[in-house]
């Protein structure tokens, strides 16, 4: 198992920039392939990005590809999503998960584990 803890989320301007961290406790965290997901009011979680066990391969959903970029530190046990060139349809709870397949999933269901998720709110 393992256990999964978002920091970094809060209140910016568009345009602005706020990188998450998520902090992995239990299991080795390189055993993990690791994704980004978030959740708006009213709407389904979406995939945001993910990044392979040793960090060479990431995905991006369509949406963030060239403002957000994923990034982990094995040695921390951590993963990171800055998050550049903020618009107000990126306000949402963020959420990293855990998959301990190789591949980077784009939905919910095959991650076994979650964090309990970080707010991001970017106001225009």
């Known amino acids: 198992q393992v256990q999964l803890v978002e920091s970094g989320g809060g209140l910016v301007q568009a345009g602005g920039s706020l990188r998450l961290s998520c902090a992995a406790s239990?299991?080795?965290?390189?055993?993990?392939?690791m994704g980004w997901f978030r959740q708006a009011p009213g709407k389904e979680r979406e995939f945001v990005a993910g990044i392979t066990r040793s960090g060479g391969n990431t995905l991006y959903a369509d949406a963030v590809k060239g403002r957000f970029t994923v990034s982990r530190d094995n040695a921390k046990n951590t993963v990171y999503l800055q998050m550049n060139s903020l618009k107000p349809d990126d306000t949402a709870v963020y959420y990293c998960a855990a998959d301990e397949t190789m591949l980077i999933f784009t939905t919910a269901r095959p991650y076994d584990y979650w964090g309990q998720g970080t707010q991001v709110t970017v106001s225009s």
């Open positions: 239990g299991r080795t965290f390189s055993s993990y392939t």
